[in-house]
């Protein structure tokens, strides 16, 4: 994990102010960080939520904790909101070698694929069947199997 120590952060900032092309843009710059530091909690978690918002990161996008210098000072940061998820893959862990030949044609019911298909695929235990799925798509599937003999779990 990266560390970022006063002496780097210092060395990046003087970096960035040099590399640009005129003093108005490390002016700029200066200004923008100056406004953030005086910010107070409450304004500093606002802004931090419309930066992720105009960033495109909201909360069911990518994690956007220590992503940004503003994020890592604020209370949001500290606090991740819980996003419970809403797709799985279903993963054939095994079966038993007697109902082979079910499983393949159960699996071939909802995966529409091909016999060789899914024979090759039923034989690569453990494999993921189906990626992308929801629960309420999932549970009869797995019924189906476990009721053949398979051991299946949602991932």
């Not at 970022?4 to 005129?22: D, F, G, V």
């Not at 797709?87 to 159960?106: C, M, Q, R």
């Not at 899914?118 to 199997?145: Q, R």
Request: one cysteine or more; hydrophobic letters at 45%; charged letters at 30%.
């Amino acid at each position: 994990m990266f560390r970022c120590t006063k002496r780097l952060c210092t060395k990046r900032l003087l970096n960035l102010t040099c590399a640009l092309s005129t003093e108005a843009g490390a002016q700029k710059i200066e200004r923008i960080a100056n406004e953030l530091l005086d910010l107070n909690t409450f304004e500093r978690h606002d802004f931090t939520v419309l930066w992720r918002l105009k960033m495109g990161l909201h909360r069911y996008g990518a994690p956007v904790a220590g992503n940004s210098p503003i994020a890592v000072g604020s209370p949001a940061a500290d606090v991740e909101a819980v996003v419970e998820k809403t797709t799985f893959d279903l993963k054939l862990e095994k079966y038993d070698a007697a109902a082979k030949i079910k499983i393949i044609k159960e699996v071939r019911v909802f995966t529409d694929l091909g016999l060789k298909e899914a024979k090759d695929l039923v034989e690569k235990v453990p494999c993921v069947l189906k990626k992308g799925i929801t629960k309420e798509e999932a549970n009869p599937i797995i019924e189906k199997l476990k009721g053949l003999g398979a051991a299946v779990v949602l991932e």
